[in-house]
T-cell receptor, first 112, second 111 residues
Framework: AQSVTQPDIHITVSEGASLELRCNYSYGATPYLFWYVQSPGQGLQLLLKYFSGDTLVQGIKGFEAEFKRSQSSFNLRKPSVHWSDAAEYFC??????????FGAGTRLFVKA | DSGVTQTPKHLITATGQRVTLRCSPR?????VYWYQQSLDQGLQFLIQ???????AKGNILERFSAQQFPDLHSELNLSSLELGDSALYFC??????????FGPGTRLTVL
């Protein structure tokens, strides 16, 4: 069955430090992969997506993610975190037929 | 601004009541999705419509129903409300490839 695992419920990083949020998926075919961000009380905003091609994808707000088929992973990275990046981040996989499966989310805290 | 609109923004009602949440998708998007987000359940997919027809069903209760109209807007009807139905309800729309654009949500409080 298709699934998405975000192993970290929450992560705390210092402002200016690098960030990596982990995401593992289970899907039989080549997946469509997404990262979304949700600020408190807001809807989800698409950060980046992977459909095919270059396995390193760039997104908005300085985020990038790398698709690693061998590890079934799609980790999100940012070289230098800003306080405004504090939010909840969701990894998602497109499971075919317009169905998308979301992970449980990772809440990012940024300390000064 | 994603281009997806949802009304109302907040809704407070009592147990046993019925409410209707409305969603207007982005211009040109044919698919509409409904999600429920609560602290204990996380983001749960409820149902999806494509060009007026139900396409996929998730963890949607029998007390809940939805429809998509010819102008592509959608409504989610929640009836016989219980305290546990209190949550954020999101609508999202897409044109292709499962890339979804989310609305700002409707916060439902059942007292």
């Amino acid at each position: 069955a298709q699934s998405v695992t975000q192993p970290d419920i929450h992560i705390t990083v210092s402002e200016g430090a690098s960030l990596e949020l982990r995401c593992n998926y289970s899907y039989g075919a080549t997946p469509y992969l997404f990262w979304y961000v949700q600020s408190p009380g807001q809807g989800l905003q698409l950060l980046l997506k992977y459909f095919s091609g270059d396995t390193l994808v760039q997104g908005i707000k300085g985020f990038e993610a790398e698709f690693k088929r061998s590890q079934s992973s799609f980790n999100l990275r940012k070289p230098s975190v800003h306080w405004s990046d504090a939010a909840e981040y969701f990894c998602a996989v497109g499971a075919g037929g317009f169905k998308t499966i979301f992970g449980a989310g990772t809440r990012l805290f940024v300390k000064a | 601004d994603s281009g997806v609109t949802q009304t109302p923004k907040h809704l407070i009602t009592a147990t046993g009541q019925r409410v209707t949440l409305r969603c207007s998708p982005r211009s040109g998007d044919l698919s509409v999705y409904w999600y429920q987000q609560s602290l204990d359940q996380g983001l749960q997919f409820l149902i999806q419509y494509y060009n007026g027809e139900e396409r996929a069903k998730g963890n949607i209760l029998e007390r809940f129903s939805a429809q998509q109209f010819p102008d592509l807007h959608s409504e989610l009807n929640l009836s016989s409300l219980e305290l546990g139905d209190s949550a954020l309800y999101f609508c999202a729309s897409s044109l292709q490839r499962e890339e979804q654009f989310f609305g700002p949500g409707t916060r439902l409080t059942v007292l």
